[in-house]
């Protein structure tokens, strides 16, 4: 299982993914920016063995992009699978990112491969895809306010079990962040009580919280021997904040655990 990325649970997560793998239930993963979604869904595909096709969803994303288009070439034209048919064909996970910024019309398209017909009608070619049990669809999003007015149409989400992330509570995101960069425990501490200093500055409002990745991002840089006081502002307060003073209350928080 080497080749399985390193992921350490929160809860027990794992177990769930595996009960709508095996029930054939769709999943929704919901949290913030940097906390482990896509990382345990990587982690999930590996484990179970199944081939992964993630698809970064944005505003311009059509159906045919999810599901395939006619392309010309050698004078001829061919069907092209789009990431979504190829998973359901394969019995592979097709994993939606960010499922929230695609346009409404474009999330239909999962409806009746997501619901217990799980079937995938190809409009184009009048194929109709029925998903082996082996095909599993997730999809992901951070529920943080710039998504508050799109969010998703009860009908699409209703057809999903729906799994809650966030940062890791302190000893978890200690065991990531030595797991992840090979820190010691040291210093693990000390970078995540500092995120959590971060996190709880409330009066500062930080469009996002400081996130695991960038503890990760940190830890890194100071493990190859860059100043731990300069990798914080670098990996974690410059890139939470474009505002001079709130990096400068921020920059505090940091001398105050890293202090040179
Ligand atoms: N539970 C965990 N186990 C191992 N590594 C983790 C875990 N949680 C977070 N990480 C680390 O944090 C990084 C960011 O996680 P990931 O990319 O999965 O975040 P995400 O939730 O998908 O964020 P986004 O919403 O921005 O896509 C990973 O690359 C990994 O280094
Ligand atoms: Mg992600």
Not at 12 to 36: D, M, R, V, W
Not at 123 to 138: C, S, W
Not at 142 to 167: A, C, E, H, I
């Amino acid at each position: 299982m080497s080749n399985v990325p390193f992921y350490k649970p929160h809860s027990n997560e794992i177990e769930l993914f595996e009960h709508a793998y095996s029930n054939q239930l769709p999943l929704l993963i919901k949290g913030p920016t940097g906390c482990g979604k896509t990382r345990f869904v990587a982690h999930m595909a590996a484990k179970l063995n199944r081939p992964l096709y993630t698809v970064a969803c944005h505003d311009d994303l059509t159906a045919a992009d999810l599901v395939g288009r006619h392309l010309i070439g050698d004078g001829r034209t061919y069907w092209s699978d789009g990431p979504l048919s190829r998973a359901v064909r394969e019995g592979g996970i097709c994993y939606l990112d960010e499922v929230v910024e695609a346009r409404k019309d474009t999330t239909v398209v999962l409806h009746p491969l997501s619901d217990d017909r799980r079937i995938l009608p190809i409009e184009r070619t009048g194929e109709i895809l029925q998903a082996p049990p082996e095909f599993m669809l997730v999809v992901s999003y951070n529920p943080g306010y710039q998504n508050f007015l799109k969010g998703m149409k009860p009908s699409t989400r209703q057809r999903f079990v729906s799994l809650r992330f966030d940062f890791p509570e302190s000893a978890l995101e200690q065991e990531i962040l030595i797991g992840e960069t090979g820190a010691d425990a040291m210093l693990a501490k000390r970078l995540v009580n500092l995120a959590n200093a971060l996190r709880a500055l409330k009066e500062h409002d930080l469009e996002e919280a400081a996130s695991t990745r960038l503890l990760v991002y940190a830890a890194t840089l100071i493990g190859s021997g860059f100043d731990p006081v300069d990798a914080c502002r670098a990996a974690m307060v410059e890139t939470l904040t474009d505002d001079v003073e709130t990096a400068d209350a921020l920059m505090e928080i940091v001398h105050a655990s890293f202090g040179r």
